[in-house]
């Protein structure tokens, strides 16, 4: 199993909402990561979770709340988010931290809009 | 400061090379990446160079490491339609973080 797999694919979402989007990794991979990408733009790294703990935070509001509840598990929590949040949010997994292997296995991207 | 620069646009006939260039800041750098990503698609790693080589080959990929000038080009040999996509330059930062460039939008001429 090779595969990041994110959820919802979608999600359309009001300014007053509370929701929240889900990945998982069955890869035995120890870090995971969240980035935001916008239409025609490189992704931009929000997070990164090595080892179960945060050890980046790329300076993101804290309208967004990530949480990694086990090793295959990431989440980011979503509250109060402005229209320009609107992107799609990409996770991913590499089998150590970044600067190690190198390769990030990337899930397909949750897309989200926010009106 | 981090930034990885790409051309934004490739236009090729098919059957043809296509050449994608890149150039980025950290010269300390361990890891170089060639990134693709399809319409509606997350990414998918194509190759990697390590900063001590200067030319990688696989299959019809040749990537090819200019430290020197900081400079990273990608070779597609025998451009297919398949191949056409975003491609992104990336480098590891620091050793901690992976830095995308713009991406070089590929498109395949019959």
């Known amino acids: 199993d090779t595969e990041v797999t994110q959820t919802p694919k979608h999600l ?3 300014m007053t909402n509370k929701k929240s989007l889900k990945c998982e990794q069955h890869m035995g991979h120890r870090a995971m ?6 239409a025609k733009k490189p992704p931009e790294l929000m ?3 090595s080892y179960e703990k945060l050890s980046i935070n790329e300076s993101v509001p804290s309208r967004f709340s990530p949480e990694c509840p086990n090793s295959s598990l990431l989440n980011l929590h979503l509250h109060a988010l402005q229209p320009e949040d609107s992107a799609l949010y990409l996770c991913a997994s590499s089998q150590d931290a970044a600067g190690y292997t190198g390769e990030l296995f990337f ?5 989200l809009t926010v009106l | 400061g981090e930034d990885v620069e790409q051309s934004l646009f ?3 006939r098919e059957g043809d090379s296509s050449v994608i260039n890149c150039t980025y800041t950290d010269s300390s750098s361990t890891y170089l990446y060639w990134y693709k990503q399809e319409p509606g698609a997350g990414l998918q790693l194509l190759t990697y160079i390590f900063s001590n080589m200067d030319m990688k080959q696989d299959q019809r990929l ?3 490491l200019n430290k020197k000038d900081k400079h990273l080009s990608l070779r597609i040999a025998d451009t297919q339609t398949g191949d056409s996509a975003i491609y992104f ?4 930062y620091r050793d901690d973080k992976i830095i995308f460039g ?5 498109h395949i001429l019959p």
């Open chain 2, 62 to 64: 040749t990537v090819l």
């Open chain 2, 89 to 92: 330059c990336a480098e590891t």
């Open chain 1, 12 to 14: 359309v979402m009001g």
């Open chain 2, 10 to 12: 490739l236009s090729v």
């Open chain 1, 107 to 111: 899930g397909e991207g949750s897309r």
């Open chain 2, 102 to 106: 713009k991406g070089t939008r590929l």
């Open chain 1, 47 to 49: 997070f990164v979770y």
């Open chain 1, 33 to 38: 990561y969240w980035y935001k990408q916008k």
